[in-house]
């Protein structure tokens, strides 16, 4: 299972799901955005995690610039995307791992 953290940060203040996020409003601050993204190898039947994988991206910008919500959508997309492209290429390592650790007990 995988999942998807993003946070959103402007002068270094953070920005919850609930938040309003009205970045043109402080022009010339920067904004931050990360994305976290994680995968549990877990067997569903007994709940023993086999291995786990991460990865985090950060995608930032002047809030001048980011005054439309379409371009901090997009900038959020652009985050997301790319920790998940690095999470599928860490989580393909991870597999190879388990599968070559656990392989010799299941027969």
Do not use: C, N
């Not at 291995?51 to 379409?70: D, H, I, P, Y």
């Not at 989580?91 to 791992?97: P, R």
């Amino acid at each position: 299972m995988y999942t998807l953290d993003t946070t959103f940060r402007v002068q270094g203040r953070g920005y919850g799901p609930l938040a309003v996020i009205s970045l043109g409003v402080v022009p010339d601050r920067d904004a931050y955005i990360t994305a976290t993204a994680s995968a549990v190898f877990t067997d569903v039947r007994t709940g023993f995690i086999y291995g786990v994988a991460e990865s985090t991206k950060k995608v930032s910008g002047l809030t001048s610039v980011w005054g439309q919500r379409s371009t901090i959508d997009r900038k959020r997309v652009e985050a997301e995307q790319s920790a998940f492209d690095e999470l599928v290429t860490q989580a393909s390592t991870a597999w190879a791992g388990i599968a070559r650790q656990y392989h010799a007990s299941v027969k």
